[in-house]
């Protein structure tokens, strides 16, 4: 990790340098590679500021805190930027492992292939079903990111599915019910 530690209108002390590169330690286990951090120590009148810029891999989190005293005010820099990693972390987790698609209508293709494999039910969802024309329903679907809907017909009242297929093209799934 590379650690360049400013001062602004105050003199450098080495406890102050130390001080901020123990604290910026504890920031290693939420990235991978080496990181770049820049910090800069000022004093303004009455108060102290701490300005950190941490460059990642192409990740930029920021951070500005200010205090009546200077370990206070790192401190709390510290953790805005841990706050900020730990959201990012999880962000990214999220999204390889498509667990949060944020939709009643649809379940993870790969939690289906688990489920069967297994033969147990991960998760469990209820929907009510809007009525709706198989238009309407295609046009809902390619406002979305999702590969199926299920929506009740308005004119027969069956219960259908309609897919997205991988020409591109839209399948439609009818119940008999």
Known sequence: MKISVTFR????????????EE????????????????????VEKFRNVTEINLLDNGLTVNAKEEAKEMQLS??????????????????IR???T????????????????????DGKIVETRRTVLKPMSPE????????TKYRFLLFRDSSTERVCV???????LYGLIETNS
């Open 9 to 20: 209108n105050t003199e450098g002390e080495d406890w102050y340098k130390q001080y901020v």
């Open 23 to 42: 604290r910026l330690q504890k920031l290693k286990k939420y990235l991978d590679q080496p990181m770049e951090a820049h910090v800069v120590l000022s």
């Open 74 to 91: 790192i401190d709390n820099a510290v953790e805005k930027i841990e706050r900020q990693l730990k959201k990012h972390r999880e962000k």
């Open 94 to 96: 999220v999204h390889k």
């Open 98 to 117: 498509g667990a949060a698609k944020g939709s009643d209508l649809t379940e993870n293709a790969s939690d289906e292939a688990d489920d069967m494999a």
């Open 136 to 143: 309407d329903a295609i046009l809902e679907l390619e406002a």
């Open 162 to 168: 309609i897919y997205r297929r991988d020409d591109g």
